[in-house]
């Protein structure tokens, strides 16, 4: 979640903030369990408020 937030200050997209905090947590465990169930519920391409 951290770094999902990280990347949404930078970008302002919740769908393309969600990819690159999968991807960075699945660098580090490559295992399905610890990213796969993050979901985007919503719009994904508006800021939460």
């Given amino acids: 979640m951290v770094e999902f937030y990280r990347q949404l200050s ?4 919740n ?4 990819r690159q905090a999968m991807l960075k947590t ?3 465990y ?3 369990r610890n990213w796969a169930a993050f979901t985007l519920v919503g719009l994904p391409d508006s800021p939460p408020r």
């Fill in 26 to 28: 699945r660098e580090q």
């Fill in 30 to 32: 490559p295992h399905p």
């Fill in 10 to 13: 930078q970008t302002r997209d």
């Fill in 15 to 18: 769908a393309q903030s969600l």
